[in-house]
Nanobody, 123 residues
Framework: VQLQASGGGLVQSGGSLRLSCAAS????????MGWYRQAPGKQRELVAA???????NYTDSVKGRFTISRDNAKMTVHLQMNSLKPEDTAVYYC??????????????????WGQGTQVTVSS
């Protein structure tokens, strides 16, 4: 199972970026997918998460600016980031709680991570 993140970059304050994370492998079901971020000298924090049932969870600082969505057929989650601020600068990581095939068994990986993608917002 792999999570491949894309879409980071450099943008001016007030601009927008869209992050995507595609899951691949012998996946039976994706339970929850989300995005975390880690700024220099800070702990990694949850930015947004989306369950298979459609429930969302956003950290307070991004509410109203970021939107998480998923394409179940493509096993992809997107994070649309609008009105970006310099304090949004961080490495963003995709995370998934998923169930996958392992031989004839189903196994759960509750904490699968993709590689980080850098988001830099200039003032």
């Amino acid at each position: 199972v792999q999570l491949q993140a894309s879409g980071g970059g450099l943008v001016q304050s007030g601009g927008s970026l869209r992050l995507s994370c595609a899951a691949s492998g012998s996946i039976f079901r994706i339970n929850t997918m989300g995005w975390y971020r880690q700024a220099p000298g800070k702990q990694r924090e949850l930015v947004a998460a989306l369950t298979s049932g459609g429930s969302t969870n956003y950290t307070d600082s991004v509410k109203g600016r970021f939107t998480i969505s998923r394409d179940n057929a493509k096993m992809t989650v997107h994070l649309q980031m609008n009105s970006l601020k310099p304090e949004d600068t961080a490495v963003y990581y995709c995370n998934a709680d998923l169930t996958y095939y392992s031989g004839s068994y189903l196994r759960r990986e509750s904490d699968s991570w993709g590689q980080g993608t850098q988001v830099t917002v200039s003032s």
